[in-house]
């Protein structure tokens, strides 16, 4: 069961909100507009506020579903629901629909882990204005303030595995981003 879980939660990943919303709204394909990424970044940048929001949201529920079925209908363990965030991400940044070419992830986190531990919603926002002054970038300010995810976690949980797997997302979150990271530091 814990492996059909894991399979489904691959699968909801590769609904591409930003393809479907491009699609929906101008009738084109967001793979070739702007940086030709699927996800809300490139869907605002393109098509505007409402695609961006559209987007965001959409790939955001697909990370919290994925946690709360495992939660609430299948009553899986916080490791195998988060091991269900993993399957879903990656099935956003390598989707089968879409020649393995997806989004960069963040929506799904951000709406996966907050479905996770709510409170989680706070830690982010803190860390991001405590942040950004300093770094003065969005992308790397986004991705520092995941950095205190496990921090909180590993005070909220006695079970070290948790925070290992968020860990492991982020940095897995941090590799898709690297690219941009280079740019941003050459600058």
């Known amino acids: ?8 939660s691959y699968l909801v990943g590769n609904i591409m909100f930003g393809y479907l919303v491009s699609m929906l709204l101008k009738g084109q394909d967001i793979r070739e507009q702007g940086s030709g990424n699927v996800g809300a ?7 505007g506020k409402k695609a ?3 987007t965001f ?18 009553h899986f363990s916080e490791t195998v629901q988060l091991l269900g965030l993993v399957f879903v991400i990656v099935g956003h940044l390598k989707p089968i629909v879409l020649k393995f070419k ?5 929506s799904t986190f951000i709406g996966g882990i907050i479905a996770f531990e709510p409170l989680i919603a ?4 803190l860390a991001f204005l405590v942040l950004y002054p300093f770094l003065k970038s969005f992308t790397f300010t986004g991705l520092g303030s995941f950095l205190f995810i496990p921090v909180f976690l590993i005070f909220k949980t006695d079970n070290w595995v948790i925070p290992a ?3 492991g997302m982020i940095f897995l979150l941090i590799l898709v981003h690297i690219e941009n990271i280079k740019e941003r530091i050459k600058k």
Do not use: Q, T
Not at 41 to 47: D, F, K, L, T
Not at 102 to 106: A, D, L, V
């Open 1 to 8: 069961m814990v492996w059909l879980y894991y399979l489904v």
């Open 41 to 47: 970044r490139n869907a605002g940048r393109v098509y």
């Open 52 to 54: 961006f929001v559209l």
């Open 57 to 74: 949201l959409g790939d955001a529920l697909k990370g919290a579903f994925v946690v709360l079925a495992g939660r609430y209908l299948l």
């Open 102 to 106: 997806g989004g960069m992830g963040i």
């Open 122 to 125: 706070s830690i982010i926002v």
């Open 165 to 167: 797997i968020v860990l």
